[in-house]
């Protein structure tokens, strides 16, 4: 089977209360998701995208069996989230704030060895598999030193060493850059490209839109708990007809027939929108070498998955 | 079974490694018996004059029974809160972690460390005031001791489960502990308060805890006080009941701690 992660329809309702002065308050039903279907394939990175309260930790806390759905159903590896519990727990590691779940007091490895434990590993097989762990996301000696020593990127690295702990098929990563340095965040985004690599599905949320953009091979957009777009970000691009921009520097000082302005060296630059770059590029530079234009950069300015993002979201 | 006790030496030992790192915690909680019996026993021999080192014991087992009880009532609410501050609950929720292996070490790390407190203090007191005498009729005492924290720990659970439900602890534990220490009879023969208080006080296993574990050191194990165990053990097996539905309510179903 292709798909190792599959949600329908699933449906979570939160009952809150809303204050009103000392005692009295109002019950209120939260829908956080609303019929959210998905499915994943083995060996992607699957990134969920989403404003605050969209939904996206709802899901992966209903996927790890944290939180049970109040309708539909969800299969991990195989297995039924209410029918297996324990075999979807195996299935999967966990990252639900990289900075957190770990007992301050004890070192990187003693707590890679408590999860591993958990997980049913023996003592020794869990300090084997944490020392290997811990030379793969790079902590090296600092793994030794207790937990509330650790930077945040220390302390991620330690998140992502745990998660993989019992070697599970399937990783969820609920925003595992987050408030990390650009090179710690960078450190993780490989770490995160070589784990697909080992053939592990991966299912990622993140608010940095180009993390995404540069690490998943599919994106679901939620919003207010439904599912509002999904594909691949070129596919997402060309649904929402984004338009590309080409830039083209021209080496002449006079040119006709083009609308042009002027560019960083000085020399007129054209500039097209255009929704087929490739074509229009191609027809653009056949045009210029007929006319006997000489040519100086060619720069091709993709939309971003910000702007798939923004016109998603604002739309709905 | 391998898996489970895999699982229960993980929780087992972070918890007594985490206190090992900080043991300061436990030289305190050492001290205190010691220092509100003396505070107590000075003020009784102050006021009637004479002084008597039984009495001193007396109030001293009361003192560390009470601090046990204590302790016994709420470590698996700060567990669950702790737990749930550092995200380390939701780990352990979201491990194929049977709950019972959970509730099993958490209360046998507390109950090593109520026992070792009792073991410190009862010991140094048993032999202050009867030297080896009483030493056999201490280290029975301690027996005696472990069948009265299952009943304990039920009411730990219940505790734990209510702090889910309210999220703070201390909303739940100190109106618990206040009663739990007024109506006991650590410190004060449970025959001086009122009728309602001292049925109160019967209903719930700590006085029974404290009255065998000095009787026993004092005179001998006596089966008679012991009648009312079996109906104790209602507040275990209910307490993991009411525990667990609370977990699933709260945490699982109602996602009370976040979304």
Not at chain 2, 30 to 55: N, W, Y
Request: aromatic letters at 12%; charged letters at 20%.
């Amino acid at each position: 089977m292709r798909e190792i992660i599959v949600a329908r329809n699933l449906v979570k309702i939160f009952k809150v209360k809303e204050r009103k002065g000392l005692f009295k308050s109002n019950p209120k039903l939260i829908r956080a998701l609303d019929r959210v279907s998905f499915e994943i394939y083995r060996g992607e990175i699957f990134s969920l995208v989403g404003p605050n309260g969209a939904g996206k930790t709802t899901t992966i806390k209903i996927l790890s069996t944290l939180l049970i759905p109040d309708e539909g159903e969800a299969i991990i590896n195989g297995y039924d989230i209410l029918k297996n519990p324990n075999k979807v727990r195996e299935s999967i590691g966990l990252t639900l704030s990289p900075e957190k779940g770990f007992y301050s007091r004890l070192t990187g490895i003693e707590n890679l060895v408590y999860y591993g434990r958990l997980y049913g590993l023996s003592k020794n097989e869990a300090l084997n598999k944490a020392k290997n762990l811990v030379e793969l996301v790079n902590l090296g000696k600092d793994a030794y030193r207790t937990v509330d020593e650790y930077s945040l990127g220390m302390k991620a690295k330690l998140s992502i060493a745990k998660c993989l702990i019992h070697d599970p098929p399937i990783l969820f990563l609920d925003e595992p850059t987050a408030g990390l340095d650009p090179l710690s965040a960078r450190r993780i985004r490989l770490l995160i490209s070589e784990l697909t690599k080992q053939g592990k599905t991966i299912l990622l949320t993140s608010h940095n839109m180009w993390e995404v953009e540069t690490l998943s091979s599919r994106v679901a957009v939620i919003n207010k708990g439904n599912i509002v777009a999904i594909g691949s970000s070129k596919e997402l691009k060309e649904k929402l007809g984004l338009k590309y921009v080409i830039e083209v520097e021209v080496l002449n000082n006079e040119i006709k027939d083009y609308e042009t302005s002027l560019g960083e060296r000085g020399n007129p630059v054209i500039k097209m929108i255009t929704d087929k770059p490739n074509e229009t590029l191609i027809k653009l530079i056949e045009e210029l070498k007929e006319k006997g234009y000489n040519i100086g950069y060619i720069r091709i300015i993709e939309p971003s998955m910000e702007e798939v993002f923004a016109r998603i979201v604002e739309e709905k | 079974m391998k898996k489970y006790i895999n699982q229960f030496i993980a929780i087992f030992s972070v918890e007594i490694k985490s206190l090992m790192r900080q043991a300061g915690q436990f030289g305190f909680v050492i001290f205190l018996p010691f220092l509100f019996s003396f505070f107590t026993f000075g003020i009784g021999a102050g006021i009637s004059g004479s002084i008597s080192l039984e009495i001193w014991f007396y109030q001293l087992i009361g003192f560390t029974v009470l601090t046990l009880a204590l302790i016994f009532t709420e470590s698996s609410a700060w567990y669950v809160r702790e737990g749930l501050l550092t995200g380390r609950l939701e780990y352990l929720l979201a491990s194929p972690t049977h709950p019972l292996v959970v509730v099993t070490a958490t209360a046998l790390y507390n109950a090593i460390f109520a026992l070792l407190m009792f073991f410190i203090i009862g010991f140094i007191g048993t032999i202050a005031v009867y030297g080896i005498a009483k030493i056999l009729n201490f280290i029975l005492s301690i027996f005696i001791l472990v069948l009265f924290l299952l009943p304990m720990l039920g009411i730990n659970l219940i505790v734990a489960g209510l702090t889910i439900i309210a999220k703070e602890p201390q909303g739940i534990i100190q109106p618990i502990n206040s009663i739990i220490s007024a109506v006991s009879g650590f410190v004060y023969p449970i025959t001086l308060l009122p009728l309602f208080l001292q049925i109160l006080g019967k209903s719930l296993p700590y006085y029974y805890a404290v009255e065998n574990v000095r009787i026993t050191i004092t005179e001998f194990v006596n089966l008679l006080y012991l009648y009312p165990l079996p109906l104790l053990l209602l507040y275990f097996l209910s307490g993991i009941v009411i525990y667990r539905f609370l977990e699933n309510i709260f945490i699982r179903k109602r996602g009370t701690y976040g979304w």
